[in-house]
């Protein structure tokens, strides 16, 4: 489905007479979400092509354009949260750690070495680092910072940082801070393409965020090389510490289910009840198998 759907690109583009304006519009849209909903893609293309036979107006080519893209128009909505709760707690992990294997560079040895396995690190008192919290089922909340933008570097032979939380909206600017080429494919866990980038020594490239999920970022040349941005349509989420902490604040009062997501242990959800401006805490407990030897 995948080659198919590039190829008909291919042809679209031979066939877009690009200097309409209203078309390269269509086209950048279609560029901009075609690695993240690549159905909506599917299916703008399919309008594009149905206008340029019946030769719509600007006008309706837009309304068409709105109608195509109902993924970019989510459902949050953002207010302005007063009794707003602050929630905090620790994710820990318990029972006998399995030791990590480390990480097979089989490639350019000079640069890449000591890279660490970041796929279950516990600090002290058994804190976990890396979950991230988010909320479930929050429907309005505070504003989205859309001016935010998350930095992933490709430093050393890693994606750095290794987990961060993301809203939809906001922007990611890759970059490669080593002397060799990297690239950062990221899908999302269900396959579904997000974005795919090489970069040359020194390269900064930005990349929208545009749907809710998982999404894990691989490097093509190094096997090794692996990062998480959990996306979210609000901006209740926290990534916790070594300590294992984490916080959201200015949660409206409500019923949600807090959910903790770890790239190792899983997933876990807890049902809780937000009063007007009452703190609370919640702890996350992650045991890891019996028997594993450490
Ligand atoms: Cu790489």
Redesign the pocket.
Known sequence: MRGAGQRAEVNEGRGFQIHDPIQRLLLMAKREIVSGIYAQALLLREIIMKTKQKKLGGLGLLALLFIALPGMVYAYEEIVVKDGATIRGTVKVEGKLPKLPPLQITKYKEVCKDVPNESLIVGPAQGLRYAVVTLEGVGKGKPVEKETVHELD?LK?RFSPHVQAASVGQFVMIKNSDPIL??AHALFTNEQPQFNVGLYPGRVTRKPLVAAGIVKIR?E??PW?TAYIVVTEHPYHAISDLYGEYELADVPPGVYQLKVWHESLGTQDKRIEVKPAVAQKVDFTFTTSPGVKK
Do not use: D
């Open positions: 490709n032979c990297h690239t490097c040349v190094h090389m």
